[in-house]
């Protein structure tokens, strides 16, 4: 107030909101500068996470092992792990690289057919005959279907292609993910302090538990539900592998997505059991199903072993997790987008509870 006893005239727009908001902008942009600059990387750190957290209790036994010298043992455990995911993939990518090429040359045909058996097949008896004389034939129901609707079949199957053809990409990366995790385990106190710290910054009193949730959540997943995944995928690449069954490598990518969204390897199993009996000598036929029904019956084991301490996801989640984590990030998101995905259901459920973590019957 003046001496005339006028009250000042206040300025406006205020200049404490305006450096505020100048402040906030240049915040804003520093942050989506380094998300940016980031978001490359963001699958194989999101990967990187999950394997430290996960393998961190195998981490700690072999730290024992090797006198509490971390980096030895995160160094073990990173051979460890690029041996085991190395050699399957090299296979696995070789069997792959020859179906995807014939894939792509029947969808760089004018139209689309549906693919015939060979001829002696319905020359044969037995079973050959029985599955030539029900295949669908190049003047069916079907194949003037496929014809008809060839544009639609090309876009969907080049979409797959596009997943399925970044094999050696993610074999990469997976790899990658593996010794950036070795790094985070070797200086897991000081990335659990940080972690710590950054989320009772987000979420006030609630950061230690949110750690402890996702922590957990993380942990069941990787062998409730990836573990036994893996396991019942890698018996049955074996016996299709050694057996020499065409398309091999499709085939275990195939029963690795059935095993992941819970329906298991059975159907795929079922229709290499079937091919071998018509394709194969009776001996190798006989030795191969024997095998493939004690893989599709190890879940039996594995599950009461594993997925009873796993994580209380609804199979619906699960389902949705990996197919959408497959459509987005290719093979890897199958195994990020089952962990992210449970992670958020978790804290949903807790955020819906009133704070408190959700209680679960398989701990």
Known sequence: MDTNGTPPTPTWPPSKAIDTFIRLILLGGLLTWCVLILAPFTTVLLWSVILAVALYPLFAVVRRWFGGRSG??????????????????????????????????????????????????????????????????????????????????????????????GFTVTTL????????????????????????????????AHGASMVDLTTSTIRNVAKGILGVALIQTAM??????????????????????????????????????????????????????VWLVITMISDNILKPILLGRGAAVPTAVIFLEAIGGFILSGIIGLFTGAVVLSIGYRLMVGWMAGGEEPRTTAD
């Open 236 to 289: 049955f690449a074996a016996g299709v592998f050694i057996a020499g069954v065409p398309a091999a490598g499709l085939l275990c990518i195939i029963a690795l997505m059935l095993c992941i969204v819970q329906i298991g390897v059975a159907p795929v199993a079922i229709g290499v059991m079937i091919y071998a009996f018509a394709a194969m000598n009776t001996g190798p036929a006989i030795m191969l199903t």
């Open 173 to 204: 990366m997976f790899i990658a993910a593996f010794v950036i995790a070795g790094f985070m385990m070797a200086n897991a106190k000081v990335g659990g302090e940080v972690a710590e710290r950054f989320l009772s910054r987000a979420m006030g």
């Open 72 to 165: 030895v043992a995160a160094s073990a455990i990173v051979l460890l792990g690029v041996s085991l995911i190395a050699t399957p993939a090299y296979f696995t990518g070789k069997s792959l690289v020859g179906t995807l090429t014939t894939v792509r040359q029947h969808l760089g045909e004018e139209t689309v057919r549906v693919p015939q058996l060979p001829v002696e097949w319905s020359q044969g008896t037995g079973l050959r005959r029985t599955i030539a004389d029900q295949w669908p034939s190049d003047d069916g129901e079907l194949a003037t279907f496929v014809r008809a609707h060839s544009a639609e079949v090309k876009a969907g199957a080049k979409q797959l292609l596009r997943a399925l053809g």
